[in-house]
Nanobody, 126 residues
């Protein structure tokens, strides 16, 4: 069974940091582009970061560039999202996803998410 399981969310004050993890099982992790999406209350789900199959290419939404870092460990079947300088507008449910066809450099088209995680909630508040 193809599964993704996120962890690491929580409540953090503005300016704080969190690291999200996403463990994969049931599929060949290194054959998928991995990405992180987020969805804030009342808003559409947005793509925030993606990483190529062997980690050599990454891309970020403008809203998180310079603050978030995506990485992966294919030996552990895990993708990470290190978040720093968090702001209240970063509050959202964060989802990891396994995509079979995304171009990391040009992610506006060609996405095909095959597996979603259940999400982990990040709340940035004082």
């Amino acid at each position: 069974q193809l599964q993704l399981a996120e962890s690491g969310g929580g409540l953090v004050p503005p300016g704080g940091s969190l690291r999200l993890s996403c463990a994969a099982s049931g599929f060949t992790f290194s054959t998928y582009v991995m990405s992180w999406y987020r969805q804030a209350p009342g808003k559409e789900r947005e793509l925030v970061a993606a990483i190529s199959r062997f980690g050599q290419t990454t891309n970020y939404a403008n809203s998180v560039k310079g603050r978030f870092t995506i990485s992966r460990d294919n030996a552990k079947n895990t993708v990470y999202l290190q978040m720093k300088s968090l702001q209240p507008e970063d509050t959202a449910m964060y989802y990891c996803a396994a995509d079979s066809s995304m171009s990391v450099r040009n992610w506006s088209t060609g996405r095909n998410v095959e597996v979603w995680g259940q999400g982990t909630l990040v709340t940035v508040s004082s």
